[in-house]
């Protein structure tokens, strides 16, 4: 194929190989990601940093030392999950600038697979028993030593005014317009300010299902694999995502649908492996701010959306002009749906936060 891979980052990490293949893995939506397989049979994970959205990449690499330092082989075994860290090259560094690009890799998860929506109940219920065992792991770590990367990367204050900027700047036709006005008129809703004062965590921000990888069999999960943006967060924030993006029965992209897109089941499930895995203490188990973190999560997401659509797709990779468009319209009927269903949401959450909130002693 293609080299896509320059000569020059390989032989930084590897400069006795002469012969190796290359294939491009297309499921993100950021970074450019690449397996490189060396003839010696053992296989990488290679990536080029997207720098529009990533502008402080040596920032990000420290923030990924920090958090793989700590966790180690041990950590990584007692959350349930494969090995992962970044790969030293012979400069000793972890991140490398060729040509004004910059490079990492890390170790290759093996026999492994990826789901961009949860095909079954057991998925969704393993989605939330590994983010909480992470959580469980990194709760010593204290989120002011992390960079915040992307500054109001989970702030629905800072998405609402991105999303009038984009409108500004551009010339909406109706059918945006439409989509623009009911995202601003559902934000006064959201209640962000009373789930902000909450972000008090040390954060995953993207933890949708996309971002694990599964066995070959689909059954287990062997591996969790974007940190990029780990900073200050809320576990109700890093919960929304998971229902975001593992109770719709759609990909992010389709529109038309013959039943519900949100399924009470898959969240149920999640719902109990999560709270009932997590095992950190210092925050309120309130369903009210458990249901703001899912319902500021879906904004942002339908507002991010709409925004990059505005600017001509500049953040998110696409595969045809207005995808981005039809990504908001997505989250946008999901998050309505979500805010009809609340009371039902709350009868599954109130059993599962009273669970947590009980003395395993008595």
């Known amino acids: 194929m293609e080299q896509v891979i320059p000569r020059e980052v390989i032989d930084l990490y590897f400069p006795a190989e002469k012969d190796y293949d290359v294939r491009l893995i297309s499921h993100g939506l950021i970074n450019d990601s690449f397996r490189l397989m060396l003839s010696s049979g053992r296989s990488f994970f290679v990536q080029k940093i997207n720098t529009s959205v990533f502008q402080e990449p040596v920032e990000l690499d420290n923030n990924l030392k920090r958090f793989f330092s700590h966790m180690e082989r041990k950590r990584w075994e007692d959350a349930g999950l494969e090995y992962l860290d970044l790969i030293h090259g012979s400069n000793k560094q972890t991140i490398q600038t060729i040509n004004g690009d910059y490079w990492r890799v890390m170790n290759f998860i093996e026999n492994s697979s990826t789901l961009h929506t949860a095909k079954n109940p057991q998925q969704v219920f393993q989605l939330g028993t590994a983010y909480a065992r992470l959580h469980n792991q990194v709760q010593d770590l204290d989120p002011?030593?992390?960079?915040?990367?992307?500054?109001?990367?989970?702030?629905?204050?800072?998405?609402?005014?991105?999303?009038?900027?984009?409108?500004?700047?551009?010339?909406?036709?109706?059918?945006?317009?439409?989509?623009?006005?009911?995202?601003?008129?559902?934000?006064?809703?959201?209640?962000?300010?009373?789930?902000?004062?909450?972000?008090?965590?040390?954060?995953?921000?993207?933890?949708?299902?996309?971002?694990?990888?599964?066995?070959?069999?689909?059954?287990?999960?062997?591996?969790?694999?974007?940190?990029?943006?780990?900073?200050?967060?809320?576990?109700?924030?890093?919960?929304?995502?998971?229902?975001?993006?593992?109770?719709?029965?759609?990909?992010?992209?389709?529109?038309?649908?013959?039943?519900?897109?949100?399924?009470?089941?898959?969240?149920?499930r999640l719902a109990k492996s999560f709270w009932g895995t997590l095992s950190v203490n210092g925050f309120s188990t309130e369903p009210e701010l458990v249901y703001l973190g899912i319902i500021n999560v879906i904004w942002q997401q339908a507002t991010r959306f709409m925004s990059d659509h505005l600017n001509h797709d500049a953040y998110f990779k696409t595969d045809y002009r207005g995808q981005n468009l039809d990504r908001a319209q997505n989250q946008l009927k999901l998050l309505m749906v979500i805010m009809g269903l609340k009371p039902r949401l709350f009868l599954v959450l109130k059993p599962v936060l009273n669970d947590t909130n009980e003395d395993p002693s008595n």
């Open 144 to 268: 002011s030593e992390f960079q915040t990367i992307l500054p109001g990367f989970m702030d629905t204050s800072y998405r609402k005014q991105q999303l009038q900027n984009s409108s500004l700047n551009s010339k909406p036709t109706d059918a945006e317009q439409k989509v623009i006005d009911q995202l601003i008129e559902l934000e006064a809703s959201l209640e962000w300010e009373k789930l902000k004062r909450e972000n008090l965590a040390l954060g995953f921000h993207d933890c949708k299902i996309s971002n694990v990888l599964f066995n070959r069999k689909e059954t287990t999960i062997k591996a969790i694999v974007d940190f990029d943006t780990l900073m200050r967060g809320s576990y109700y924030l890093d919960f929304g995502d998971m229902v975001r993006s593992s109770c719709s029965r759609l990909e992010e992209h389709v529109l038309e649908y013959n039943s519900s897109p949100f399924s009470i089941e898959y969240f149920e």
